[in-house]
């Protein structure tokens, strides 16, 4: 029996689940969907789970991916499958992040020269993102290329006969970027308003080779929300 998310949790947006296949999956509409389950039932990582759930149910924006539906039992998420597929140009493979297709085009110079066009979009696509969520007083945390998804699925249909097709599309738009993962950011919706509006110590997370040096070095100093913007910038860039 499907039982609804509760309210207190994700918001009542959300649908809920009973299982989750291997993904990626399809549903019944067609529609290609991830899955992302919690494997360590810690109590850190379920916290950190649900606030995510949380962040990307209160989010609706080109740039953010979007949360579709939630499992309690066990913790999972359901999310759009994202992903950037060189079939339409005539090369074999498909990738899902920024790092991979990173990985995917400098394995071959000719293809990362003839690719190399998309970093302009892919870089503004992830500032938009990045600036919707400051906007919205959250910041990342972890920003990084392998949290940064990427996508053709406007056009990737298409075969590397329909050129015509292929370049209509490419030229209104090559690429869609969105961020995800927002387990270890701060955000008002997740704080309360003193803790959100002022300083916090709590400012070791992320991955500390993409770290501004002022969290590297901290020795336990408190930041401001808008320095853990800045910081969002520097992960960035």
């Not at 945390?141 to 292929?166: F, M, T, W």
Request: hydrophobic fraction near 35%.
């Amino acid at each position: 029996k499907k039982k609804g998310p509760r309210p207190e949790l994700f918001g009542t947006r959300l649908h809920s689940f009973t299982s989750s296949p291997d993904p990626p999956a399809k549903r019944r509409d067609g529609e290609s969907i991830v899955f992302k389950k919690l494997i360590r039932q810690h109590d850190r990582q379920k916290r950190l789970f649900v606030k995510e759930a949380r962040i990307l149910n209160s989010l609706h924006y080109k740039h953010i991916v979007e949360i579709k539906a939630v499992c309690e039992s066990p913790l999972t998420m359901m999310l759009e499958y994202v992903y950037f597929d060189f079939i339409p140009f005539g090369l074999e493979g498909r990738v899902s992040s920024l790092q991979e297709y990173f990985d995917y085009t400098c394995a071959k110079e000719d293809v990362l020269s003839s690719f190399a066009c998309l970093h302009s979009k892919i870089a503004e696509d992830t500032s938009l993102g990045l600036q919707y969520l400051h906007e919205r007083n959250i910041v990342h945390r972890d920003l990084k290329p392998g949290i940064v998804l990427i996508s053709n699925q406007q056009y990737c249909h298409y075969k590397n006969a329909y050129v015509d097709e292929i370049r209509e599309a490419w030229e209104k738009e090559a690429v869609i970027c969105k961020l995800v993962d927002f387990g270890e950011s701060r955000a008002s919706l997740q704080q309360t308003g003193t803790l959100c509006h002022s300083r916090t110590t709590n400012v070791d997370h992320g991955t500390v080779v993409y770290m501004a040096s002022e969290l590297t070095t901290s020795t336990g100093e408190a930041m401001s929300l808008e320095q853990l913007r800045a910081c969002d910038i520097w992960d960035w860039e």
